[in-house]
Structure formats: C-alpha cells, structure tokens
C-alpha cells in the first residue's frame, strides 16, 4: 500500500521543513552589502555588523552564522525589544546556526540604543549561558558584542569573559 494511497481518516500528515535564503535588504529597498572579511577579531566584527544594529531605537538581538574561515554566512534577528532590553531564548540562539549550511561558529550581537556599550548584568548571564550551551553543542560562540554609539563596541572576548577557543580563535 502507498501512502497516497491510505484513507484520509488513516494516518497523519507529514511536514516537510524547508529553509531558505534571501538577501537581506534596507529600508529603501535595497541590498544590504557587506565586507568580505573574515570577522577574525571584535574590532573588525563591530565594524562589519554595527551597521545593521547601530541605527535602531529598540534592542535587536541578531545572529551571525560564520563559515570556518569565519566569514559571515547569515545573519538573522531573533528579538526586537524596547529601548532598554529585549527578551532572548537560547533555542532561539542556536537554530539558525543548526540550520544554516556550513555554519561552524557564530556570533552574536545586540545594540544599546541609549549608546553606551557597557554590558549590563543581564548581558553578562546571557552570555554565561550562551557559552555554555554552545559547549554542549559544538558549535563555537566565538563573542557576543554589543553595539553602541560613534563606533563604539563591547567584546565580552576581549573583556575575557569568553576564553580563547583553539587555534585562530585566540584574537575574537
């Protein structure tokens, strides 16, 4: 017997999950365009990601899906809060990464609107129980940066939060 061929009253019908891509685009319409660098350190990370958050009034939380030379094969916006805070799930974390072909490593990255990068203690925990989770799941955390005014950033791997993580990774 098919399965086409089964009652309709028999059986349960089975969802087929598909992804796809398409280019992310301004608010004009436009394709977004990025540098080609590798985000091999905080600096030039907040330089190539800042763009996409600095601008907003509320928290965006977002994640960078990153191949194994560490070039930026995604980027996705998980959360869109208030001027203060906006609220972050862990799956929602790692399921872009999980999905996203050739991802290897990510990176994530909010904005503090008001300017000021400096973590605040709930960052901090956030980025404790990202470190840890992506442990669990081999998928590197390589920094979690926050985005603030006049090109100024916070790397919680150059603050030593996160530790150094292998070969080529010891800088971001």
Do not use: K
């Not at 309709?8 to 990025?34: I, K, M, N, W």
């Not at 600096?43 to 965006?60: G, N």
């Not at 960078?64 to 208030?82: D, P, Q, Y």
């Not at 470190?131 to 940066?145: G, K, Y």
């Amino acid at each position: 017997m098919s399965v086409d061929s089964l009652p309709p009253s028999r059986g349960h019908r089975v969802r087929e999950f598909v992804c796809s891509y398409r280019t992310l685009r301004d608010d004009q319409g436009q394709a977004v365009r990025l540098s080609t660098l590798a985000l091999s350190d905080p600096r030039i990370a907040a330089d190539t990601l800042a763009p996409l958050l600095a601008q907003e009034a509320v928290e965006i939380f977002a994640v960078a899906c990153l191949s194994t030379r560490h070039r930026l094969l995604a980027w996705h916006v998980l959360s869109r809060g208030t001027r203060s805070a906006t609220s972050v799930s862990l799956p929602d974390v790692f399921v872009p990464a999980c999905l996203t072909p050739g991802t290897t490593a990510l990176l994530v990255a909010h904005n503090h609107p008001s300017g000021d990068p400096t973590p605040s203690a709930d960052d901090a925990r956030l980025t404790q129980r990202l470190a840890q989770a992506a442990d669990v799941i081999d998928i590197p955390l390589l920094d979690h940066l926050i985005v603030g005014a006049d090109g100024r950033y916070y790397s919680f791997r150059e603050a030593g939060v996160l530790p150094p993580r292998g070969l080529g990774l010891a800088r971001l």
